[in-house]
Nanobody
């Protein structure tokens, strides 16, 4: 099975930037979907952004559109999330996920559709 390891989390002031990375290993599928989710204590895990380079598709939650950018380096098997203009409400544990099955744009950031998960990296944004 795939193993996913996130890195790049930390503490930043509002308006700052962070870049998360997720290194993948194990069996990898060219048609994979990759995504970032986030979760705060007591809340549901929510989708942030997703990408499929094979299908040339991306999807973003409305709350991060225009501020976050997802990308995937196929050669390095690494997923990235560039987060700019961070807000205190972006504070959460961020998880990367992957799944080989086809998804429509409306389901690309739905947590139920992802099989493999990383352990998470904490992002804290202070005001």
């Amino acid at each position: 099975q795939q193993q996913l390891v996130e890195s790049g989390g930390g503490s930043v002031e509002a308006g700052g930037s962070l870049r998360l990375a997720c290194a993948a290993s194990g069996p990898l599928y060219r048609r994979n979907y990759w995504a970032w989710f986030r979760q705060t204590p007591g809340s549901e895990r929510e989708g942030v952004a997703a990408i499929s380079t094979f299908h040339d598709a991306t999807a973003y939650a409305d709350s991060v559109k225009g501020r976050f950018a997802i990308s995937h380096d196929d050669a390095k098997n690494t997923l990235y999330l560039q987060m700019n203009n961070l807000k205190p409400e972006d504070t959460a544990m961020y998880y990367c996920a992957s799944d080989p099955n086809y998804k429509s744009e409306s389901t690309m950031i739905r947590k139920e559709d992802y099989t493999y998960w990383g352990q998470g990296t904490q992002v804290t944004v202070s005001s």
